[in-house]
């Protein structure tokens, strides 16, 4: 029987405001977060520190193990919220075979802005050849995947309007 646990995964290239949405979410719905970093294998972390770029090949056991981690919790009754850059449809539909209602959530914006915000970032080393390449691997969300539920959403808006926009489009009800 399918699931009635609902999966929010929350997508985009990096530095779109993920971690912030997915922690704003997760407070204000109580429910369970991670993020897709997490579930990595070494092999994978081995070569990302080497400074090799994953291939497609490299990311099938990763996004495996992020579909069997939702599906473990909606077996277990609860509901989670996600961070994962899920640039290509092909990942979208691997974790979409997770038990539940998987929901993924585009923080989309011009390249301007998402240059800006990375800028501005303290602390967080990334490459300036990161966001051009994941722009140019980028795979919107397609027509089938929003009439089925997933949502594009604008990041030049704030993360409290970010939560309101998501419960209102997916009728979650919950107190302030
Ligand atoms: N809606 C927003 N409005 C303004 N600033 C934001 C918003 N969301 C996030 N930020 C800021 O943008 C930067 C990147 O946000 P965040 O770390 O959440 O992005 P991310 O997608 O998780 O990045 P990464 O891909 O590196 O994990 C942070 O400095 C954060 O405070
Ligand atoms: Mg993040």
Redesign the pocket.
Known sequence: MKSAATHLV?M????????????ALSARLGWTMA?A?EFHPASNIAKMNSGTPLNDEDRWPWLTAIRDWMTKQADAGQCTVL?C?ALKQSYRDLLSEADGNVVFLH?NGDPELLGE??Q???G?F?PPTLLPSQLATLEPLTDEEIATGSLVLD?????E??VEDVLSALHLNVPN
């Open positions: 929350v985009g290239v990096a530095g779109s405001g993920k971690t912030t949405l997915a922690e993020e970093d961070t850059s923080l915000r990375i501005n970032r303290t967080h990334m990041i030049s808006h704030t993360p309007q970010l």
